[in-house]
């Protein structure tokens, strides 16, 4: 599989805008404070279904020539790029065929149905989640759009960093939370193209470290067991996005749960805004790592919002 | 005492533009669609304190002279209000009287001191508040800063619809909670005056609907006792906010504490935004009477975003 280039995020961006959110950059005196650096959070937690996610889906959906969309498209996930492709899917006025574990949350269920998204259930294994979605795909011809090791995907998460890069142009070093790898991947890209002094570094949960290990021994490491709040960021990069991320990355820094818990408070006490734990990882590596970002500007993407608020881990 | 008028709101917007955050103004397509209307969200939840209330007490910080500023100012509060003239005596470099009731939450003493407030608490009754802060006075000699029944205050507070209507030139409605009415009463004053047509509504929780009781019986009646969720808005208007509220304002409504959290929920689900309960209550009123906004440019103020994370209402 091809390294998508900044060309393809540029592309993507042409292509999506009329449909995102040109989400806000906002700071805080108070977390610059105690962080000891200029943190400047890029909000894609008000990106539409609330997370960066829609990005990639849009450009995936949208990059599909007239007679191959009208199929429709068809992944397997219980988070946020369900609900994105759902709403991307509606957006072109094509179908959207979601594979959901039957015992995801309620309220996930809730938000691809309100998309239009059409839920096939399966067990909660790997395997039946493939083998439901191959069937589903065989059934309907529908076009399947993975979460994050695709091409299309990785250029429309990359136009976050394009908005970014632009409305703070003076950025040292940019975070991203990991899980899959293609936020991260499609920040590299275009935030070295746009800067090649940039330090790229992504923040990972401790209990979910496959990106940490992965980078550190320059070789791909699924990930066995995951135990971290940060339900995001569960997943192992594919084989596309480890390939961008050991040419683009600076580093990568993990966190506790506790860490992750503290940061994401500090977010909403002091910014009053919702971001889910996922969003809070990197706020957590800064306050963890001062000395590496000591009077740094430093660029932090929020990546959602999504949370139960029935169920928050206050 | 003298209705501040339109040119005392420019003054004191001169005044405090530097201290203070020129917040945004967010809108959220699914909120309008459930609303029927246009909604736009003044988002004063971004403010410094999280909250207006620092734009009245900026303005009656920095209006006063050198040698009356430099012994301090006082107030009886353990709200919004203690918490911005603390940190706006701090932007002075003069000493805040904070008195507050024994049993004032951790929360809000943990903000005052945080902002430097000197803290001397008294019985919880508001004869003992008012003995308190009168000592503390004559001891000091500090100036009294009240919450809202006074003119600096409502011109402070009246600079947030200036930056509103210079945001968003088309709103047919403004609407803001009320409790003491300096927000009200600010707004109602640069609303009428820069747009005589435009409707000023108030949003009050049931609970506490002593300013709904008075404008419609044209007498002040103050509130005896109060039982809603809305803590910033337990307070009886005074004279000056009451006669400034009959003279501009067209209409106030009310809403239950079901209906008051059924917005906030929305708010917080929808917007990925805090806000507190007094903030909500003027979008349940939108969604409680959709007729009367049906299709109408409607501009609300979210007056705060101070919650206690750890005893939610959800």
């Given at each position: 599989m091809d390294i998508p280039k900044f060309s393809d995020i540029e592309d993507a961006y042409m292509r999506i805008e009329k449909y995102i959110h040109f989400t806000p950059v906002l700071s805080s005196a108070a977390i610059n404070q105690i962080a000891g650096c200029n943190v400047f959070f890029k909000c894609e937690?008000?990106?539409?279904?609330?997370?960066?996610?829609y990005r990639g889906a849009c450009n995936a959906v949208f990059s599909l020539s007239d007679e191959v969309a009208q199929k429709g498209v068809g992944t397997h996930s219980s988070g946020n790029h369900a609900a994105a492709l759902a709403l991307a899917a509606k957006q072109r006025g094509i179908a959207a065929y979601i594979v959901m574990p039957e015992n995801a949350p309620e309220i996930k269920k809730k938000a691809v149905k309100g998309y239009g998204g059409q839920i096939t259930f399966c067990k909660p294994t790997l395997q039946a989640r493939e083998d439901t979605l191959s069937e589903v795909l065989l059934k309907t011809g529908a076009t399947m759009v993975h979460p994050y090791n695709q091409k299309e995907i990785i250029a429309g998460q990359g136009t976050c960093a394009l908005e970014f890069m632009q409305q703070?142009?003076?950025?040292d070093i940019i975070i991203t939370p990991v899980g899959g790898g293609g936020l991260l991947s499609g920040t590299s890209i275009t935030a070295k193209y746009l800067n090649p002094d940039i330090k790229v570094f992504a923040a990972e949960p401790e209990g979910a470290d496959d990106a940490y290990r992965s980078f550190k021994s320059q070789e791909l490491i699924p990930v066995q067991t995951t135990n971290t709040?940060?339900?995001?960021?569960l997943t192992s990069l594919g084989e596309l996005t480890f390939k961008v991320i050991m040419k683009n990355v600076d580093d990568i820094y993990t966190a506790s749960d506790v860490e992750i818990i503290e940061a994401m408070r500090l977010i909403w006490e002091r910014m009053k805004i919702i971001v889910e734990p996922s969003s809070a990882v990197a706020l957590a590596i800064v306050l963890k790592n001062k000395e590496v970002f000591k009077d740094r500007n430093v660029g932090i993407i929020l990546s959602g919002g999504n949370v139960d608020l029935a169920h928050l881990h206050f």
């Amino acid at each position: 599989m091809d390294i998508p280039k900044f060309s393809d995020i540029e592309d993507a961006y042409m292509r999506i805008e009329k449909y995102i959110h040109f989400t806000p950059v906002l700071s805080s005196a108070a977390i610059n404070q105690i962080a000891g650096c200029n943190v400047f959070f890029k909000c894609e937690n008000f990106q539409k279904v609330g997370a960066f996610k829609y990005r990639g889906a849009c450009n995936a959906v949208f990059s599909l020539s007239d007679e191959v969309a009208q199929k429709g498209v068809g992944t397997h996930s219980s988070g946020n790029h369900a609900a994105a492709l759902a709403l991307a899917a509606k957006q072109r006025g094509i179908a959207a065929y979601i594979v959901m574990p039957e015992n995801a949350p309620e309220i996930k269920k809730k938000a691809v149905k309100g998309y239009g998204g059409q839920i096939t259930f399966c067990k909660p294994t790997l395997q039946a989640r493939e083998d439901t979605l191959s069937e589903v795909l065989l059934k309907t011809g529908a076009t399947m759009v993975h979460p994050y090791n695709q091409k299309e995907i990785i250029a429309g998460q990359g136009t976050c960093a394009l908005e970014f890069m632009q409305q703070q142009d003076d950025l040292d070093i940019i975070i991203t939370p990991v899980g899959g790898g293609g936020l991260l991947s499609g920040t590299s890209i275009t935030a070295k193209y746009l800067n090649p002094d940039i330090k790229v570094f992504a923040a990972e949960p401790e209990g979910a470290d496959d990106a940490y290990r992965s980078f550190k021994s320059q070789e791909l490491i699924p990930v066995q067991t995951t135990n971290t709040i940060a339900d995001g960021l569960l997943t192992s990069l594919g084989e596309l996005t480890f390939k961008v991320i050991m040419k683009n990355v600076d580093d990568i820094y993990t966190a506790s749960d506790v860490e992750i818990i503290e940061a994401m408070r500090l977010i909403w006490e002091r910014m009053k805004i919702i971001v889910e734990p996922s969003s809070a990882v990197a706020l957590a590596i800064v306050l963890k790592n001062k000395e590496v970002f000591k009077d740094r500007n430093v660029g932090i993407i929020l990546s959602g919002g999504n949370v139960d608020l029935a169920h928050l881990h206050f």
